[in-house]
């Protein structure tokens, strides 16, 4: 049996028909920027988001960069994040002249400690950005309260998270504002790439619509030096396609997790740890392993597909080394880099293969 780390063809091969209508209608219709299928999907992605507001842009980074840029966020200024992420939520604060600050994660939710957050908080600190890291909510009560406490702004990292729920609420719906990648492998993928920034704050949302399109609110007025980073009308058809299946491949994502969790019970492997009152997507089935060059080479050898998510932190990349964060200022993110192990997971897995993968997860030695 060959199982891939991830394949979207089951999932493809279901929605054919919707995804090549999808096409046809935005192909005859010979609009193809900021047109109706954009307008019609950020209405219901916003509504999906439990959010008044949605902003189409070019990629997920894009969502990020723009309500802080938004928000007059910049040079001088310090954003908190986790020290455990992808680059490109350092990035975002990067981009608009700003200094990310790196708080740890929880290690075994791998997720932003809110119990670290207040002590990296100086004068200059003007906004904390948590990521909903793998699908996995953060306990956002906490951060919300420390960033009311201390005037901060929030701008959720839900490029991971389309869905998921901390207390029944929906990620996104929480901060000043949300960003979401649409990056194909995401749970809601487009066909190339694409992102949307979502908001309650109707001001900040005309902002950062202004701001993706080269700072204009209408044509060629420019009340801001902006960007161009718009959500095309073909992509954004796509994903209307994809977004009423959402939930339902979602809730697939999580019986396949549960499979894993209850199934796996080698302890030379440690498993995600899952809050009662969360419901992640499982947009990454993360595990730990303190050999884990040995048990990727293992599953490869078995023909199962893995990932590291992320193999270098973010503070030891050379792009970064002009923060002089030296190894072994982070640990639990450097511990983190060096034991995590993606397993397959993706919407469509047979029984056949989940048992697979449990099997000789298992049998590891």
Known sequence: MNIPFVSFKPMEKELDAELRAAF????????????????AFEESFAGFCNSKYCVGTGNGLDALVLPL????????????????????????????GAKPVFVEPIIDTFNIDPTKIEEKITD??????????????????????????HNLYVIEDCAQAHGATYKGRVVGSFGDAAGFSFYPGKN???????????????????????????GSDY?????YKGNNTRL??????????????????????????????????????????????VVPVWHIFAVRCEDRARLERYLSDNNIGTNKHYPIPIHMQECYSDLNIKEGQLPIAEEISATELSLPMYYGMTEEEIDYVIEIVNNFK
């Open 24 to 39: 046809n209608r935005v192909f005859d219709n010979s609009w193809y920027i900021d047109g109706k299928e954009d307008a």
């Open 69 to 96: 840029k938004a928000l007059g966020i910049g040079e001088g200024d310090e954003v908190i994040v986790p020290s455990n992420t992808y680059i490109a939520t350092a990035l975002a604060v990067t981009y608009v």
């Open 124 to 149: 200059k600190t003007k906004a904390i950005m948590p990521v909903h890291l793998y699908g996995q909510p953060c306990d956002m009560d906490p951060i919300m309260e420390i960033a009311k406490k």
């Open 188 to 214: 809601l993928g487009a066909l190339g790439d694409a992102g949307a920034t979502v908001t309650n704050d109707e001001e900040l949302a005309k902002k950062v619509r202004a701001l993706g399109n080269y």
């Open 219 to 223: 044509k060629y007025h420019h009340i």
């Open 232 to 277: 095309d009308e073909l992509q954004a058809a796509f994903l209307s396609a994809k977004l009423p299946h959402m939930d339902r491949m979602n809730e697939e994502r999580r019986r396949i997790a549960n499979r894993y969790l209850s199934g796996i019970n080698n302890p030379l492997i440690v498993l995600p740890f899952v809050r009662e009152d």
